[in-house]
């Protein structure tokens, strides 16, 4: 799959306004295996299937692939790190002396050396044309590199090789596959290796290049997204500075905050939008004067997002922590949730209509997953905006929203729901969600509650 994607992205990336306008195929195809692990570099080698021992030979070959499933030759002409016969065998030559290097963990008057074969041998393979399909991989030779040292002096200059090998790339005229594996590896790179039973902390100097690379709109969407991938995997992890924290909390708000994207690359720059939402539900913060809050529930109450930013914005709702949160009405934040869930609702019958479908009782569930979650919390972090009003009224109405929602979520849950027909319960949801809506504005219901 991945070997699959990065053709098809270097087929796209020789025309970069086109590789901007299917960001959003290719990236979350391409990015899946980054999101699926981050490779925990604690974890077996055997789990992934290498790499081979240092001292064996490297596949520093293309794979194998049948010539006509291969894209074309580019239509530009790209930059690229090539040796020559003889510099190749001899950085050949001298891999059981940078194995060395690795396993002492210091450079010791070796560095020289050891930059150049890193630089030029192992990662100057990246960028050669004919290898473009074996990037995923080299991701994870080097990841077995970071396993020999464990730690150190070695350890942390292989880290900063790469951030330099990954910035060198995004700003010069490389071929964007290699950009976007290079932006992956740096979304990859910890502090040290982590022992049994720890989580890898990433390296907290990588999280600057990254937002550099997000904050960037000169550059592809693509190259942007890929960025995103690693910030999300900081910001996971904690990011306990309060300068960095707040560089990326006002990065992300940026984003979360930009008018609803239009256009060819429409697609791209909302999945990037999501991404900034669901990185500033990880940090947890509502923001000074409230502003990440603000921006969540705006993108919710917005139609110009998708429903999946939408739904993106309502889950982050719910993992903010509230305690001290002045100046809200929950019930008229609630009241915005509810017409999101009813616009999404709609849309999704419609679309059965059209189609000929059935309504999606998974897309359903997702939907009132996240409605739910803004209200009600996530359970270990956020309260949700349930947790905003000590008032019994108030708090009665907000719970009689959740138990409406959460009604039909239940019979999601059910066994075999994914094969009924929904149409009935989602007539229900729309009655309740109106008859709700009516309740809280002050008006009359309508005549048969609808």
Known sequence: ????????????????????????????????????????????????????????????????ADPDELPPKPSREYKEIRLSKADENGFMRQRSEIRRVLMAGNLGGNQRVFD???????????????????????????????????????????????????????????????????????????????????????????????????????????????????????????????????????????????????GPTAMGRQWIVGQALDTLGLLGSPGEENAVFKAMIDVVADSGFTDRTRTIAADALGRLNYAGVAGVDPAVEAAKITRFLLDAVARQTRISTETTQPVSPRRIKQLINACLTALSGSGSAGQGIISLTNQAEKKALLDELHKTIKTLGDQLDKRGSQDMDIASHLEELRKGLEAWLQKQSGEAPKEGGA
């Not at 995923?136 to 292989?158: A, C, I, M, N």
């Not at 950009?179 to 049994?196: C, K, T, W, Y």
């Not at 995997?233 to 930009?258: F, I, P």
Request: charged share 20%; proline share 8%; net charge neutral.
């Open 1 to 64: 799959m991945n070997c699959l994607m990065v053709r098809f992205f270097a087929r796209a990336g020789c025309g970069l306004p086109f590789l901007a306008a299917v960001v959003f195929v290719l990236v979350v195809g391409q990015l899946a295996e980054a999101q699926r692990v981050p490779p925990n570099r604690g974890m077996p080698d055997e789990m992934f299937g290498g790499p081979p021992p240092f001292g064996a030979p490297q596949n520093l070959e293309p794979e194998k």
């Open 116 to 262: 150049d074969f890193i630089n030029k041998y192992f990662l100057g393979h990246w960028t050669l044309w004919e290898n473009r399909t074996s990037l995923p991989s080299y991701r994870k030779e080097l990841r077995g590199y970071f396993q020999q040292t464990k730690g150190g002096e070695v350890y942390d200059h292989l880290n900063t090789l790469v951030m330099e090998f990954a910035n060198t790339v995004v700003r010069d005229n490389y071929n964007p596959a290699v950009q976007i594996n290079a932006l992956l590896a740096v979304g990859e790179l910890n502090r040290a290796e982590p022992g049994s039973g720890e989580t890898a902390a990433p390296v907290p100097q990588a999280l600057a290049m990254l937002l550099e690379v997000v904050n960037d709109q000169q550059l592809p969407d693509a190259l942007r997204a890929a960025a995103m991938v690693g910030v999300q995997r900081h910001a996971a992890s904690g990011v306990g500075d309060a300068n960095a924290r707040r560089t990326l909390t006002n990065a992300m708000l940026k984003l979360a905050t930009a008018e609803p994207p239009t």
